[in-house]
Nanobody, 128 residues
Framework: QVQLVESGGGLVQPGGSLRLSCAAS????????IGWFRQAPGKEREGVPC????????YYADSVKGRFTMSRDNAKNAAYLQMNSPKPGASAVYYC?????????????????????WGQGTQVTVSS
């Protein structure tokens, strides 16, 4: 089973940018679909983008569409989340997760329980 470690979180101002990384070990990340999820205090964990294994097809939740960009580099066994002009409401712990089961990207991004491998999370705080 793949092990995932997120990094890159921190404080970012509205209008700024931040890049999160998800490093994988123990398995070949290219065999997994990857999702970025976030959880704010008192709220459900929500999937923001999910990406296919090799085509680069990505599903984005409406809340981040146009601001966040997800990518992956299978040669480096890593995935990334570029956050541009995040809103204060984007403050949360961000997790990357992996799944091997082929599903429509929106389906897997909406239902986090389908993901079996999770990182420990990285805190992102959007504030001026």
């Amino acid at each position: 089973q793949v092990q995932l470690v997120e990094s890159g979180g921190g404080l970012v101002q509205p209008g700024g940018s931040l890049r999160l990384s998800c490093a994988a070990s123990g398995s070949i990340l290219g065999t997994y679909y990857i999702g970025w999820f976030r959880q704010a205090p008192g709220k459900e964990r929500e999937g923001v983008p999910c990406i296919s294994r090799s085509t680069g097809n990505t599903y984005y939740a409406d809340s981040v569409k146009g601001r966040f960009t997800m990518s992956r580099d299978n040669a480096k066994n890593a995935a990334y989340l570029q956050m541009n002009s995040p809103k204060p409401g984007a403050s949360a712990v961000y997790y990357c997760a992996a799944i091997t089961t082929a599903l429509p990207l929106k389906t897997m991004c909406v239902d986090r329980m389908r993901f079996g491998s999770w990182g420990q999370g990285t805190q992102v705080t959007v504030s001026s």
